[in-house]
């Protein structure tokens, strides 16, 4: 038995010294950890924000007890990946801790209105609870809010973690990067897409399968795509898109009032209050209110 544990482990070492001559070392130093810190900051927040539908010792503890706990724990946690970031810059990642929680009323303030336009907007809903307790719209959309600002900040890759830590959970993957304005919901959620240079404005509704994408790249002399470019489609105020919608491209605007119907392909704008839907021959563009065949 022992010499066949000896001949497993030589054989094991073996591998272990192919496996280090491709090199998977990091850009930046200390990243070991950091998803399961991000995931519980996220978790601790959740809770500093929303202590009646998340905390789990309830009547414990007044209630601004509870939320400083959380936010004193959140703070802990955040300036420990922040410092790994940083090189062990403490005082840069407690400054960039700092500047993030002082942001926190503002950002609770916007998911507040995300979570208004859940109960205004789906008539399934029959109480606020229930759409933070049960729509995974809800975290989807409350972890892009928290990661956003880190991006606004310019904290590489922490606003990454916590985004896709939000597609794991809901299988909504909205990019930080992207500008979303106050009363924004997802219904049912499942394989929306988002992407960096998106932009959307107030009161806006998508479905299940929408993607709001990029149409194609410009490339370097290399062919590998240029970064840091619009890619994205802009999205006005008091926009719906229904289920399996892609809207595609940086040049592609939709204006205020618009519908875009299920399983619509489109990389062209359309003008403010129309609407367009799939039929039998072909795309149709109507003014919102007209008689749309297809719908």
Same mark, same amino acid.
């Given at each position: 038995?022992?010499?066949?544990?000896?001949?497993?482990?030589?054989?094991?070492?073996? @591998?272990?010294?192919e496996l280090e001559k491709i090199?998977?070392?990091?850009?930046?130093?200390?990243?070991?950890? =950091?998803?399961?810190?991000? !995931?519980?900051?996220?978790?601790? =927040?959740?809770?500093?924000?929303?202590?009646?539908? &998340?905390?789990?010792? !309830?009547?414990? &503890?007044?209630?601004?007890? %509870?939320?400083?706990?959380?936010?004193?724990?959140? /703070?802990?946690?955040?300036?420990?990946?922040?410092?790994?970031? &940083?090189?062990?810059?403490?005082?840069?990642?407690?400054?960039?801790?700092?500047? &993030? *929680?002082?942001?926190?009323?503002?950002?609770?303030?916007?998911?507040?209105?995300?979570?208004?336009?859940?109960?205004?907007?789906?008539?399934?809903?029959?109480?606020?609870?229930?759409? @933070? *307790?049960?729509?995974?719209?809800?975290?989807? +959309?409350?972890?892009?809010?928290?990661?956003?600002?880190?991006?606004?900040?310019?904290?590489?890759?922490?606003?990454?973690?916590?985004?896709?830590?939000a597609h794991r959970i809901t299988?909504?993957?909205?990019?930080?990067?992207? %500008? +979303?304005?106050?009363?924004?919901?997802?219904?049912?959620?499942?394989?929306?897409?988002?992407?960096?240079?998106?932009?959307?404005?107030?009161?806006?509704?998508?479905? !299940?399968?929408?993607?709001?994408?990029? %149409?194609?790249?410009?490339?370097?002399?290399?062919?590998?795509?240029?970064?840091?470019?619009?890619?994205?489609?802009? =999205?006005?105020?008091?926009?719906?898109?229904?289920?399996?919608? /892609?809207?595609?491209?940086?040049?592609?605007?939709?204006?205020?009032?618009?519908?875009?119907?299920?399983?619509?392909?489109?990389?062209? /704008?359309?003008?403010?209050?129309?609407?367009?839907?799939?039929?039998?021959?072909? !795309?149709? +563009?109507?003014?919102?209110?007209?008689?749309?065949?297809?719908?």
């Amino acid at each position: 038995m022992a010499k066949k544990d000896t001949t497993k482990t030589a054989r094991l070492e073996e @591998i272990a010294n192919e496996l280090e001559k491709i090199n998977t070392r990091t850009e930046l130093e200390g990243c070991s950890g =950091l998803d399961d810190m991000m !995931q519980a900051v996220i978790e601790h =927040l959740l809770i500093a924000m929303f202590p009646y539908h &998340f905390d789990d010792e !309830q009547g414990r &503890f007044e209630e601004t007890e %509870k939320r400083t706990y959380h936010l004193m724990n959140a /703070s802990y946690i955040l300036n420990r990946a922040l410092s790994h970031i &940083f090189d062990g810059d403490e005082a840069r990642a407690t400054a960039a801790t700092d500047e &993030f *929680l002082d942001s926190l009323v503002g950002i609770l303030e916007l998911i507040k209105t995300d979570v208004q336009a859940g109960y205004e907007g789906d008539p399934a809903a029959k109480s606020v609870d229930e759409v @933070i *307790l049960t729509y995974p719209a809800f975290k989807g +959309i409350a972890i892009y809010r928290l990661a956003h600002k880190l991006y606004e900040m310019q904290i590489p890759l922490v606003p990454r973690i916590m985004s896709e830590y939000a597609h794991r959970i809901t299988g909504i993957d909205i990019h930080p990067g992207a %500008k +979303i304005g106050p009363y924004f919901f997802i219904d049912h959620g499942t394989g929306v897409v988002v992407g960096e240079t998106c932009t959307i404005g107030e009161h806006c509704k998508l479905y !299940q399968h929408v993607t709001l994408g990029a %149409k194609s790249f410009d490339l370097n002399d290399d062919g590998t795509p240029v970064k840091g470019v619009k890619r994205h489609p802009d =999205l006005g105020d008091r926009v719906v898109v229904y289920s399996g919608a /892609s809207i595609l491209g940086g040049n592609t605007r939709i204006g205020d009032d618009c519908i875009v119907g299920g399983n619509v392909w489109l990389t062209h /704008s359309l003008e403010a209050g129309e609407a367009i839907v799939n039929n039998p021959s072909g !795309q149709e +563009i109507r003014k919102v209110g007209s008689d749309l065949k297809g719908e």
